[in-house]
């Protein structure tokens, strides 16, 4: 049994030419969804899951890292806040298995990626800039990808090593912004 699940985002035009036939199947395999227009919008925050939920979560990881799930999850996770640990083990079939994972911690760059965004998102409100606007978020995107591959270079992050890697973080994004604006910028 196959289980398979792919995403992908883009905007109108590219769904457009990705999906030339709307007769050849394909498209009635799919779901879509469309994210409402962001320019020189905040960057969208995570509700806070309360202590309860939070060890529900907890829970949750543990099993998957010891690999006691064998078929896929089905729970509605918006019930997260009122659910007990007991009643989340009763509900949840702790039959599927995941592959070895690695999870890494990266709330402490949120803080740098965040700040840097609220900046970029000024300069292009008070230029009117789209390009800069629409670039920034893809920017801080590969910033995260970035603090990601740079805390796998140490084997644990001290405090000294995340601001050293938060500096670059933010230095890097800023370079790269202005990169692309020039290439790319006035083809927007």
Not at 19 to 43: H, M, P, W
Not at 145 to 153: G, H, I, M, T
């Amino acid at each position: 049994r196959l289980y398979w699940n792919v995403l992908i985002t883009g905007t109108q035009d590219q769904l457009d030419s990705y999906f030339k036939n709307v007769t050849n199947g394909l498209v009635t395999r799919c779901g879509f969804s469309s994210i409402d227009n962001q320019e020189y919008a905040d960057a969208p925050k995570w509700k806070k899951i309360n202590k309860n939920g939070l060890k529900v979560i907890e829970a949750f990881v543990d099993r998957c890292d010891r690999g006691e799930y064998k078929h896929p999850l089905d729970f509605d996770f918006s019930m997260l806040d009122e659910i007990s640990d007991d009643d989340f083990d009763k509900q949840v079939p702790w039959r599927f298995v995941f592959n070895d994972v690695q999870t890494i911690d990266l709330d402490w760059i949120m803080p740098t990626i965040n700040k840097w965004l609220k900046q970029e998102q000024k300069r292009a409100l008070l230029s009117q800039d789209m390009a800069r606007d629409v670039f920034r978020r893809r920017v801080a995107v590969r910033g995260f990808r970035l603090a990601l591959l740079c805390s796998q270079l140490w084997e644990r992050l001290t405090d000294k090593n995340k601001k050293t890697v938060c500096d670059f973080v933010s230095w890097w994004m800023s370079v790269d912004l202005a990169e692309i604006i020039k290439l790319y910028g006035d083809k927007y």
